[in-house]
């Protein structure tokens, strides 16, 4: 395809490193096309401000949580764990309709942008109406968000959730989870129906709850559906010591030994959080080919635990993060979040970085999470690469933590010196989006909150 349009950057982050006089090539459909350092800037190319790199892919998030962000920071009773928190946001499961999905999503999508993800994989289980509402269509849910998406700009790889029992051993849900029901045709039904409204930068996989959500047999009759095609296939696993408890009593084994034993792992699936796994279970992971999903942000405001990092890193696990709860909205707050945790625990610096080579902890996080997020959103290429979506991001050199610093430290004072995002502008598909979202976005979303939390007044 002829390039549409050509950008130079002075510096810009491709192949693990920065490389100087970078010319990149854009073609009609918005993918890179050419990617060449050491080159000057031809005529006509547009000379970006300032320093290049890759946007990411958020592999996980619930877009309706986000109208639930600061509202459950209290302690209501003697034990405040995930159950609890869990039992707070059934509320506005409950309710939210598709208008309001969407005005949060609206939100949250503008947000991530500005956060510098420019990929959404919306985990996706709140499937029917709720008490007193009406679908047009069954996946009008679904449809809120893709607009939300289409909306903000950013994309969006819409998963839904195979949902079908409350817990191991039971045989359906829960009456507080009637609208999450999803069997695995219906799950499937909805993905292949997702990809052929044939939107804008979306695209779709699949998803099963949890092991406690979805039973041996739902994930049987996935795979079959599935079968050979490429789609990425997501699951919640391991977040909690409770669910680790209850899988060992229910199946002898635990979940992700379970999975790595009976699930039929490959490099399609992401095993999200992976929280609490034993040196056994990595290895079978890495030898499956799977990735992990670490939501740092979210598993602190829970108290969910700490992944084994430096383990799911030796083994060369593909490895990114999420949004998750929404209570990050950047990657940057999620890759420190996840260095520090790891920093924290073990009383040393630099867990991420590898040993005896120049990568920094910034540097390994970030490009583990540039691959790692393109295998959680169905892509075969993703960052300064020819094949990728025009996705990347300008920094800002004028910003108070890149200020003056070598070029060799800018990804590091990136993640671990920066106050807020230091970039000045974020591009999809070859074009720089709006820096802030709308007005109409934001009041959208304030209406929204209003309505949905009046009567917690
Ligand atoms: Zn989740």
């Known amino acids: 395809m002829a390039a549409l349009k050509r950008l130079h950057a002075p510096l810009a982050w491709v192949e693990g490193r920065w490389q100087r ?11 890179w096309s050419e990617v060449t350092a050491n080159v ?22 619930h877009a309706f949580q986000r109208a639930f962000v600061g509202l459950a920071e209290r302690r209501e009773a003697g034990q405040d764990d995930f159950w609890s928190w869990r039992d707070r946001m059934y509320a506005l499961a409950l309710r939210i309709s598709p208008q309001q999905l969407r005005a949060v999503a609206s939100q949250l999508y503008a947000e991530l942008l500005r956060g510098g993800y420019t990929q959404v994989c919306e985990f996706h289980y709140l499937h029917h109406p709720a008490q007193g509402q009406a679908f047009d269509d069954e996946l009008d849910m679904a449809w809120a968000l893709a607009e939300a998406a289409q909306d903000a700009g950013i994309g969006l790889t819409l998963l839904p959730v195979v949902y079908t029992r409350s817990g191991f051993g039971a045989s359906g849900l829960r009456p507080d989870q009637h609208r999450f029901a999803a069997d695995a045709d219906w799950a499937w039904r909805a993905s292949q129906r997702v990809m052929a409204a044939g939107l804008p930068r979306v695209n779709a996989g699949v998803a099963l709850h949890s092991l406690r959500g979805a039973s041996p047999a739902d994930m049987t009759r996935l795979r079959q559906l599935v079968g ?76 969910d635990g700490l992944a084994d990092l430096p383990r ?44 005896g080579t120049q990568a920094s902890s910034a540097a390994r996080l970030f490009d583990a999470a540039v691959t790692g997020g393109a295998r959680a959103a169905g892509f075969a290429a993703w960052g300064l690469t020819p094949g990728a979506r025009a996705d990347a991001m300008v920094l800002n050199r004028e910003a108070d933590g890149l200020r003056g610093l070598p070029d060799e430290a800018l990804l590091d004072a990136v993640v671990f010196g920066s106050n807020g995002s230091p970039w000045q502008s974020v591009w999809v598909a070859g074009r720089a989006r709006p820096w802030r979202a709308p007005g109409r976005v934001g009041d959208a979303f304030e209406a929204a909150m209003r309505e949905l939390w009046r009567s917690d007044g």
């Open 312 to 355: 799911w890193l030796s083994h060369g696990v593909p490895l990114t993060v999420g949004s998750d709860s929404q209570v990050t909205r950047g990657w940057v707050e999620e890759l420190r979040w996840l260095e520090y945790g790891q920093r924290l625990t073990a009383r040393q610096r630099n867990v991420a970085a590898a040993p």
């Open 228 to 303: 050979a095609t490429d789609v990425p296939i997501h699951i919640h696993v391991a977040e909690q010591t409770a669910e680790v408890a209850d899988c060992l009593q229910a199946t002898g084994r635990r979940p992700i030994q379970w999975l790595a034993e009976e699930g039929g792992l490959d490099p399609r699936w992401q095993l999200v959080h992976a929280t609490h796994a034993e040196p056994a279970e990595i290895e079978a992971v890495a030898r499956s080919g799977a990735g992990i999903v670490i939501c740092p942000g979210t598993e602190a405001n829970l108290g």
């Open 21 to 31: 006089d970078v010319l990149l090539s854009v073609d009609a459909s918005g993918h």
């Open 40 to 61: 000057p800037a031809p005529p006509g190319a547009e000379v970006l401000a300032g320093p290049l790199i890759p946007s990411l892919v958020n592999a996980h998030s």
